[in-house]
T-cell receptor, first 112, second 113 residues
Framework: EPEVTQTPSHQVTQMGQEVILRCVPI?????FYWYRQILGQKVEFLVS????????KSEIFDDQFSVERPDGSNFTLKIRSTKLEDSAMYFC??????????FGSGTQLSVL | GESVGLHLPTLSVQEGDNSIINCAYS??????FIWYKQESGKGPQFIID?????DKRQGQRVTVLLNKTVKHLSLQIAATQPGDSAVYFC????????????FGGGTRLMVKP
């Protein structure tokens, strides 16, 4: 069964460092998303991406965040200068033109 | 403000019993609702969805009920099994909101053998 894959599963970084979280969406999907989940809290929308551009973003997705689809398979989330409060589980998701959203297993980001 | 929320943070049931997980939403513009299951260390997994023009939808062992009058959504799991133990999230979507999901706070379901 096709699935969304994310790497790495865990990422530890120092405050102020840049991190890149990587995702390979399901191959025939058209819409791509990043969500995050702070420990013990609900899943929060960050950004959606379609046709090689951002279609929606939340207040969380400030200038420190960026997304890119560098080739036909990868979808990345970059945090330019990490803060302690960026520590969370980051989920990538994708879908076709149907609404069912498929999530990856997440990258646990720890900012020290 | 608009929000999606859950009534019970933890639900403990006996194996074989039926489970009911509830969710309240306040965005009257929401037109699509989804239940997700999240097991420890994994991403949300789609369970079942329902559109606002329906009030009930059934899947395998699961039923979602939508009451638009009181803005209430529920997930019923029949014959709950230990493998059903997880956190369950409701989520809502509205094309007016740019077609992005808004998740509720989650309910932990614990199934006792």
């Amino acid at each position: 069964e096709p699935e969304v894959t994310q790497t790495p599963s865990h990422q530890v970084t120092q405050m102020g460092q840049e991190v890149i979280l990587r995702c390979v969406p399901i191959s025939n999907h058209l819409y791509f998303y990043w969500y995050r989940q702070i420990l013990g809290q609900k899943v929060e929308f960050l950004v959606s991406f379609y046709n090689n551009e951002i279609s929606e973003k939340s207040e969380i997705f400030d200038d420190q965040f960026s997304v890119e689809r560098p080739d036909g398979s990868n979808f990345t989330l970059k945090i330019r200068s990490t803060k302690l409060e960026d520590s969370a589980m980051y989920f990538c998701a994708s879908r076709t033109d149907r609404e069912e959203l498929f999530f990856g297993s997440g990258t646990q980001l720890s900012v020290l | 403000g608009e929000s999606v929320g859950l009534h019970l943070p933890t639900l403990s049931v006996q194996e074989g019993d039926n489970s009911i997980i509830n969710c309240a939403y306040s965005n009257s513009a929401s037109d699509y609702f989804i239940w997700y299951k999240q097991e420890s260390g994994k991403g949300p997994q789609f369970i079942i969805d329902i559109r606002s023009n329906m009030d009930k939808r059934q899947g395998q062992r699961v039923t979602v009920l939508l009451n638009k009058t009181v803005k209430h959504l529920s997930l019923q799991i029949a014959a709950t099994q230990p493998g059903d133990s997880a956190v369950y999230f409701c989520a809502e979507n509205s094309y007016n909101a740019g077609n992005m999901l808004t998740f509720g706070g989650g309910t932990r379901l614990m199934v006792k053998p």
